[in-house]
């Protein structure tokens, strides 16, 4: 051994920086662990196989998995995937949607379980600056996750898992300099599916709330279906507009994107919420088909938020209502147990880190 790597050896010992690797699995087969090398907490889901040539609803999809955080750091980014049986990276176009759920803390606007990240094949890798902003997760917290998976490809694919890897800064790095957290607000609050009946012409829809403790929104942005018009987050109290944006679509309005709003700079972190004030998530459409589109409506804005200084998370109350009837749907525990429950239609939002899901059934337009 070279006195370089004895002293690598020795400095690795002592700031506790040995590469291990750290599992907690469940009964189905699901694990979640530390893949200290990589810098990476991955979460794999429990193997299924994948005929060919088979859509969504054809294939048996991966259980609910519920894990155990195994150490406690902050996640900066992540990147979902399908992996074969010998761990190496299909085609993107296998999954159809991935969501990520925390069960023991609440929503900002509502008493339901946390919405932690939600994912497409068509996101790609999402990364925040790691020095500033982590969410943060602690040894022991649950975890819910579940996906959707199609393979509409020639090949056949046996033992393939679900991959969520997320970057991870160990809590023993002085970074990052601020906790921030998904949040969401939905214009089919509260609980259940999220996408509604669009009527032809032009119509409206919104929702109104209080954040459940105060801080700081440092980015956000949102989803609409075709045809949407505008997307807007307000605060009622003060008459003052956080964001409002008009979807880039083609010239026959089918949605490509929606701008994104950063809240933060050099001179100032986001914009201050409070619970004294109600805040209001409205979107607008104009359906030109002369016909109701079933399920061709949805709003949601979502993003990052920075408790006040000394905040905590507020935790959930498995005995609230709307906690219950929600943990009942993302858990596929009710309309038969379908696998629709989950479906996000291939997009998530459109977000800083495109954190937080949302739930509507598969038929739904984008």
Excluded: C
């Amino acid at each position: 051994m070279t006195h370089r790597a004895l002293l690598t050896l020795i400095l690795a010992v002592a700031t506790g920086d040995l590469p291990v690797t750290k599992s907690v699995g469940d009964a189905n087969g699901a694990r979640i662990f530390l893949d200290d090398r990589a810098g990476a907490l991955v979460l794999d889901l429990a193997p299924i196989d994948m005929p060919a040539n088979t859509p969504h609803h054809a294939l048996a999809q991966p259980p609910v998995a519920a894990l155990e955080i195994p150490e406690t750091g902050f996640i900066y980014g992540f990147r979902v995937q399908v992996v074969d049986s010998a761990g190496h990276a299909l085609p993107d176009e296998l999954i159809h949607h991935f969501n990520l759920i925390d069960p023991d803390h609440r929503e900002l606007f509502l008493p339901i379980s946390r919405r932690l990240l939600a994912a497409g094949h068509e996101t790609g890798t999402i990364r925040l600056p790691r020095l500033l902003f982590g969410l943060p997760l602690k040894r022991g917290d649950h975890v819910v996750a579940s996906a959707m998976v199609e393979n509409l490809t020639p090949a056949e694919y046996r033992g393939a898992r679900v991959r969520l890897v997320m970057s991870f800064t160990p809590a023993r790095r002085p970074w990052p300099l601020f906790t921030a957290s998904p949040w969401q607000m939905d214009v089919a609050f509260p609980v259940g599916d999220k996408s509604f009946t669009l009527p032809p012409g032009r119509s409206s829809r919104s929702y109104e709330g209080s954040p459940a403790v105060p801080g700081k929104i440092v980015g956000l942005g949102g989803h609409m279906h075709d045809y949407g018009r505008v997307i807007e987050f307000a605060d009622v109290t003060t008459g003052d507009v956080i964001y409002r944006a008009t979807p880039v679509a083609d010239s026959v309005g089918h949605i490509a994107s929606i701008p994104i709003a950063m809240l933060y700079g050099w001179t100032r972190l986001g914009v201050h919420i409070v619970p004294q004030h109600r805040y209001r998530i409205a979107v607008s459409y104009d359906n030109p088909t002369g016909a109701p589109i079933p399920d061709g409506g949805m709003g949601v804005v979502g993003g990052l938020f920075v408790p006040d200084r000394g905040v905590t998370w507020p935790a959930a109350e498995p005995g609230d209502s709307l906690y219950q009837e929600d943990y009942r749907h993302y858990m596929r525990l009710e309309g038969g147990g379908g696998h629709h429950m989950m479906e996000m239609g291939g997009k998530p939002m459109s977000m800083p880190m495109k954190m937080g899901a949302h739930e509507h059934p598969s038929h739904a337009r984008h």
